[in-house]
């Protein structure tokens, strides 16, 4: 079964930049479609961005277009989420996913990373 490892999270000022990893265990983990979710204080877990196993198609929430990039390297099993232009409103819990299809929704993925935390401040 997939086993996902998210890391790069931390505290960023607002206008800064943060890169999360996604590190995924198992031999048929690239065969996945990745998700990013990200759910913030007392909010429901929200669509961020997905890729195709081979990554040449994304999907971007309109919240993160133009800032966010989602990317993969299958020969490392690790799918990454560079973040630009932070806002304070992007503070989360960002979670990364694997799914068949890349669905736009949570219930659209099987497998889920532990999450790791983005504090953007003002």
């Known amino acids: 079964q997939a086993q996902l490892v998210e890391s790069g999270g931390g505290l960023v000022r607002a206008g800064g930049s943060l890169r999360l990893s996604c590190a995924a265990a198992g031999r048929t983990a690239s065969s996945y479609s990745m998700g990013w979710f990200r759910q913030a204080p007392g909010q429901e877990r929200e669509f961020v961005a997905t890729?195709?196993?081979?990554?040449?198609?994304?999907r971007y929430a309109d919240s993160v277009k133009g800032r966010f990039t989602i990317s993969r390297d299958n020969a490392k099993n690790t799918v990454y989420l560079q973040m630009n232009s932070l806002k304070p409103e992007d503070t989360a819990v960002y979670y990364c996913a694997a799914g068949n299809y890349g669905a736009s929704y949570a219930s659209g993925y099987a497998y889920w990373g532990q999450g790791t935390q983005v504090t953007v401040s003002s």
């Open positions: 890729i195709n196993w081979s990554g040449g198609t994304t």
